[in-house]
Structure formats: C-alpha cells, structure tokens
C-alpha cells in the first residue's frame, strides 16, 4: 500500500466527486474489504493533494452534516493517467520476474533485456 494511497484515491474520485469518508467505503467496497484504511492515512492524504492542486474541495450539507468533497482537478487526472501507467510497468515487471514461463516476447521482458 505505501507509496500507493495518491493513486487509489485519485482512482475513486475520478468517478466524481466525494466527501472524505465516502472515499473510505469506496475504497472499501471496491476492494472486497481488503482496503479497510483509517481516516488519520487518508484525510492528511486528501489534503495533501489539494495543497499539490490535484483535488479542489468545497463544503456541502449532506444529510444535515457539513462535508468536505473533494474533486479531481485537471492536473489531477494528468497524475492520475501517469501513476496508472507506472503502475502498469510495475505490476508486468513484477509478473516477469515471478509469474510463470513469461514468454520472451513480452514488452517488459524486452525492455528489461
């Protein structure tokens, strides 16, 4: 998970825009429960990536309380394309090196050689 969390919650709220503790439960939801994180690692988080310029957030009463959402601005979802693509060459970098007879043909295998 460390090193990971930006690109997780960039991930969720690129399906629109959220209050902090509904990012908790999709993350949640989204991985089976495996993904259970506190609020003290994810709210430092969220505001962190305001203060990069990744989110913008504004206050909003839902069910009578008041809410942080927060939204992914453009220079989000740029961050939010480049962390999925190095976490793509990671994931086949990682596959060649454990997964099963990886055949020489594979990109990673090529760009590895």
């Known amino acids: 998970m460390r090193g990971h969390l930006d690109l997780l919650l960039l991930a969720i709220l690129a399906e ?39 989110l913008t957030s504004s206050w909003a009463a839902i069910s009578g309380r008041r809410r942080r959402i927060y939204q992914l601005t453009s220079t989000g979802q740029q961050s939010l394309l480049e962390e999925r693509r190095q976490w793509r060459l990671l994931r086949d970098i990682v596959d060649a090196v454990i997964g099963p007879g990886v055949a020489s043909s594979s990109p990673v295998v090529e760009a590895l050689s």
């Open 16 to 54: 629109g825009p959220r209050h902090g503790y509904s990012v908790i439960v999709a993350l949640r939801e989204r991985s089976d429960q495996y993904l259970d994180l506190a609020e003290g690692a994810v709210y430092p988080a969220l505001h962190r990536l305001e203060g990069d310029g990744m």
